[in-house]
Each structure stands twice: as C-alpha cells, then as structure tokens.
C-alpha cells in the first residue's frame, strides 16, 4: 500500500495538478464510533426482512442514476475520468445496485440438500455482519457498487475506506446511501489511515475484509486478515492477454483493441495490458494502433471531445508507467507513438504503442497501469497460448479468430478468472468478476458476488 500522506485525503485535480480540497483523517474516536454504529445498525438492519432492505437499496439505485452527472463531475476532478466515462459508471452502479436489490431475495432463498438423515435439511444463506470494504480510485463509483449493493441486501453493514485521493466521490457515495433510507451506521465511510485499517480488521466486529487495489496491497490486507481469522476477498492486478489469430478487418480489430486499452486512460484492472497478434497480421495491426495513436489529444477531463485523452490519476502514476516505458525502451523496445510525459504538475501521458518487449524488461511481467499498448508478435497458436499464461497474473484474457472452434481451444486454457471469445470482456451486473494466481480471490457481481460474506448455515430439522 502507499505511504500515507501527511495531510490527509485530498482532492488533487490531475489536469493542473492543483489542491482542490483537503480532510483530515478520522480521529481513532471517530473510527471507534463507526465500528460501534456499523454493530448496532446490524442488529437492526439484519433482523429486518430482505424485501425491506432490497427496497431501500434499489432507491440507492435510482440515487445514482438521477446524480449521474454531478458523480461524473466529481470523478473528473478528483482522478481524471473523462466527463462522458464517469456518467457510463454511474450508471452501470446503478444497474448493479439495482440488480442486487431485484435478485437478491432469490440468491438467498433456502435450498433444500437431499439427505439420507431422517429429516429435512436446507442451506440458510445469512449475514454475518460488518464488513470492511478497502476500495480504489480508478472506479470510484463501480468498485464501491458492487462491494455494498449485495451486502446490503444481504443485511450486512458496511465501513467503507476508499482511495486517499477520492474524499469527494467517498462522501457522495454515503450521502446517497444515506438518502435512500440505509439506517445511520449501516453505510459509514471513514477517513481512515493506514494504521486504522489494521485495527479496523483486528476488531472483533468486523467479519471479513473485501479489497480492490496492488497486488502489494492485497498481500498486505490478505495477512492482516489471516491473522485476524478474517474473511477476505481480493480483487487486484492484471496484465490481460487479448490474443488476435487472424481477422478480415484489421483496421476495426484495432480500433476496438484500442477504444478497450485506452477506457479510463488505460487504468482498468482486465484492460487488455498485452495484445498477442499472430505474425501476418501483427504489422498491419500495429501500424493501425500507431495512427490511432498519434490522433489522439489532451483535453479537459470536463470536456473530452473526440479522439482526446485526459490526464491519468496522479502526477506519481504518470511518472511510474514512464518509468517502466522508458526501461523497456533502454533496453531494446520500439516506441511507435505516444509515451510522452507532460511537463509541469499535470498527469497527462500521450497514448503509446510499445512493441519488442523482452522478458528482462519490467514491461514483460509488470502491469502497466496507463494507456500504453504491448503489442507482441506470435507465430503460432501455441505460442500464443504460452505467451498469453506467462505472467503472474490471472484476472481475464480474450481470444479472438475467425473460427470460433480456434479461439475455443485457446480461451478454454487461459489462467484466469474470466476468459472470453471474440470480445473484448464479456460485462454486466450478472456477471461474476475476479480473478486467479497474484489477480487475488473471491467474486464479485452476479450471484456469486452475494454468496462471499455470507453464513451459508446447515439448517437441520428432525422428523
């Protein structure tokens, strides 16, 4: 995790690189009292129907849809999101929140196991109590979204700790929860340290710890929740393989592999980090990459415009994907386009094409969190395919062919938690979300994303 930041959370507008706004830190009274509402408001809150908590989280729904645009305003200057990206998440929050509160009395209902006992048996889905959600600020809305809709509704209670750099988007989340009629103490954000955090997961009400974020940050919450005997689940890195065997339209096999690596300026945990293009096609493909490339412009996150890109999450994020731009290119790598680094204080990076990565580069096993397309040549598809596994991670991958049946035998080997065939990533509310290897554990969304901090009780009754 990084280091703490002295001054607490803070806006930092990207674009300028300009303080916007600063909070201080919660108070460790102030995070024992969150820890005592989250309690009482789970005594409540989980003794109450699901029915009625589903309605009161689909008014949440409806709360983010109806402020989708002053979300996106929020996002644009706290982390850069262009305006039009930052309205698509927030209603893609909505849809989740929404589908959980449609859906969720159905995931939980009783099942019925057949047994031989003399008696009849269910699985009983329950609560279990306050959680502690660790979130990022590249989705400042989604990642939130998908962690409390399910929770929620399944009758948990929630803290919230979100990224240092997103207090504004932390607050209009609460605010919104607030306003739907979640009881005080079941939704809480906190300002919390790094500290906190620790004896936030070490207190005993807390039931299990959900993160997105670094892989290093994973370790770290992954063994304070161990020691704790706590639930957790991990959402973290990725370097997704996007595997191109051959195509009767290059040039829109690379606009959509461009539009996919360049969404939220290339900071997306399953963008597609390493296109793996078989040897016939590769240099048309890079060539189209190249002019996409060198076409597009900063702009105002506020106002995108067309073929334009906004600044990156912070000047330090900027400056650490130049860095291992810059290794790969010392040692040997071709830069076709893009990979400049603003001057000044802003976060802007120009959209790059990177090809000619080697092992001993950092861009080989490290994940590139920035707009920068890795673009590696195959010559067949078992090399594609032991390309496409060589990494660390294992959070999703695509394969795409023109026969179906060849992108099938690829995709079907992939090492990750979700592999699609012919598209990019296959998304929406019903749809389970997560990964393998150094990607983390656990689900979210679909219905699986309700069955991760849940009591699944034996429920045992004699004849």
Same mark, same amino acid.
């Given at each position: 995790?990084?280091?703490?930041?002295k001054?607490?959370?803070?806006?930092?507008n990207p674009?300028t690189?300009?303080v916007?706004?600063?909070?201080?830190?919660s108070t /460790?009274?102030?995070?024992?009292d969150?820890?005592?509402?989250?309690q009482?408001a789970?005594e409540?809150?989980?003794?109450r129907?699901?029915e009625?908590r $589903?309605?009161?989280?689909?008014?949440a729904a409806?709360?983010f849809?109806?402020?989708?645009?002053?979300l996106?305003?929020i996002?644009?200057t706290?982390?850069g999101k262009p305006?039009?990206?930052?309205?698509?998440?927030?209603e893609?929050? #909505? $849809?989740i929140?929404?589908y959980?509160a449609e859906?969720?009395?159905?995931?939980?209902a009783?099942?019925?196991v057949?047994? %031989?006992?003399d008696g009849?048996?269910?699985i009983q889905?329950?609560p279990?109590?306050?959680?502690?959600?660790i979130?990022p600020?590249n989705?400042p809305?989604?990642q939130?979204a998908?962690f409390?809709g399910? +929770?929620l509704v399944l009758g948990?209670?929630v803290?919230l700790?979100?990224?240092?750099?997103? !207090?504004?988007s932390?607050l209009? *989340?609460?605010?919104?929860?607030?306003d739907?009629?979640?009881?005080?103490?079941a939704?809480?954000n906190?300002f919390?340290t790094h500290?906190q *955090?620790?004896?936030?997961?070490?207190d005993?009400?807390?039931?299990g =710890?959900s993160?997105?974020?670094?892989?290093r940050a994973?370790? @770290?919450?992954?063994?304070?929740?161990?020691?704790?005997l706590?639930?957790a689940v991990?959402?973290?890195g990725g370097s997704d393989?996007? &595997?191109? %065997?051959d195509?009767?339209? @290059?040039?829109?096999?690379?606009a959509?592999a461009?539009g996919?690596?360049?969404y939220?300026?290339?900071?997306?945990?399953?963008s597609?980090?390493r296109? @793996? =293009?078989m040897?016939?096609i590769?240099?048309d493909?890079?060539?189209?990459?190249?002019?996409?490339?060198?076409?597009v412009?900063p702009?105002?996150?506020?106002e995108p415009?067309e +073929?334009s890109?906004? !600044?990156?999450s #912070?000047r330090?994020?900027?400056?650490?994907?130049?860095?291992q731009?810059q290794?790969?290119?010392?040692?040997g790598a071709? %830069?076709h386009?893009?990979g400049v680094l603003?001057e000044?204080d802003?976060a802007y990076?120009?959209?790059a094409?990177?090809?000619?990565v080697? !092992?001993?580069?950092?861009?080989f096993?490290?994940?590139?969190?920035?707009?920068v397309?890795? &673009?590696y040549?195959?010559?067949s598809?078992?090399?594609?395919l032991?390309?496409a596994?060589?990494?660390?991670?294992?959070?999703g991958g695509?394969?795409f062919a023109? /026969?179906e049946?060849?992108?099938?035998?690829?995709?079907?080997k992939l090492q990750v938690?979700m592999? +699609?065939?012919?598209?990019?990533?296959g998304?929406?509310?019903e749809l389970p979300f997560g990964?393998?290897?150094?990607?983390g554990?656990g689900?979210?969304?679909? !219905?699986?994303?309700m /069955?991760?901090?849940v009591?699944?009780?034996?429920?045992?009754?004699a004849?």
């Amino acid at each position: 995790m990084a280091t703490t930041t002295k001054q607490g959370y803070r806006v930092t507008n990207p674009a300028t690189g300009e303080v916007v706004e600063e909070f201080p830190f919660s108070t /460790d009274a102030e995070v024992q009292d969150a820890l005592t509402k989250a309690q009482t408001a789970y005594e409540d809150w989980g003794s109450r129907t699901i029915e009625e908590r $589903a309605a009161v989280v689909q008014r949440a729904a409806e709360l983010f849809e109806e402020r989708k645009e002053e979300l996106a305003r929020i996002a644009a200057t706290e982390m850069g999101k262009p305006f039009h990206e930052g309205v698509e998440e927030a209603e893609f929050s #909505s $849809a989740i929140v929404g589908y959980y509160a449609e859906h969720g009395p159905a995931f939980v209902a009783d099942q019925e196991v057949p047994t %031989l006992a003399d008696g009849k048996a269910v699985i009983q889905r329950l609560p279990i109590g306050p959680l502690l959600g660790i979130m990022p600020w590249n989705f400042p809305y989604y990642q939130v979204a998908r962690f409390a809709g399910p +929770n929620l509704v399944l009758g948990n209670t929630v803290l919230l700790k979100h990224a240092e750099s997103c !207090p504004r988007s932390a607050l209009a *989340i609460e605010q919104i929860f607030r306003d739907a009629g979640v009881p005080e103490g079941a939704y809480v954000n906190v300002f919390a340290t790094h500290d906190q *955090i620790s004896t936030i997961i070490e207190d005993p009400r807390i039931q299990g =710890v959900s993160l997105t974020g670094s892989e290093r940050a994973g370790a @770290i919450i992954g063994a304070q929740a161990g020691k704790a005997l706590k639930k957790a689940v991990l959402e973290l890195g990725g370097s997704d393989p996007y &595997v191109i %065997l051959d195509s009767d339209d @290059i040039k829109e096999a690379a606009a959509t592999a461009w539009g996919t690596r360049i969404y939220n300026t290339g900071q997306a945990c399953n963008s597609n980090k390493r296109m @793996i =293009v078989m040897e016939d096609i590769f240099d048309d493909f890079v060539s189209e990459l190249t002019e996409l490339a060198k076409a597009v412009k900063p702009a105002d996150p506020l106002e995108p415009g067309e +073929n334009s890109y906004g !600044p990156m999450s #912070s000047r330090r994020a900027a400056e650490d994907l130049d860095a291992q731009v810059q290794d790969a290119v010392a040692k040997g790598a071709t %830069l076709h386009a893009g990979g400049v680094l603003a001057e000044g204080d802003s976060a802007y990076y120009s959209p790059a094409v990177l090809t000619g990565v080697t !092992p001993d580069m950092r861009a080989f096993q490290e994940e590139l969190f920035g707009p920068v397309a890795v &673009v590696y040549k195959v010559t067949s598809d078992d090399e594609a395919l032991e390309l496409a596994n060589n990494t660390p991670f294992g959070l999703g991958g695509a394969v795409f062919a023109k /026969d179906e049946d060849r992108a099938r035998q690829i995709a079907d080997k992939l090492q990750v938690g979700m592999a +699609n065939v012919n598209t990019p990533a296959g998304e929406g509310a019903e749809l389970p979300f997560g990964g393998v290897k150094r990607s983390g554990f656990g689900r979210e969304l679909g !219905p699986l994303g309700m /069955d991760e901090f849940v009591n699944k009780r034996l429920y045992f009754v004699a004849n």
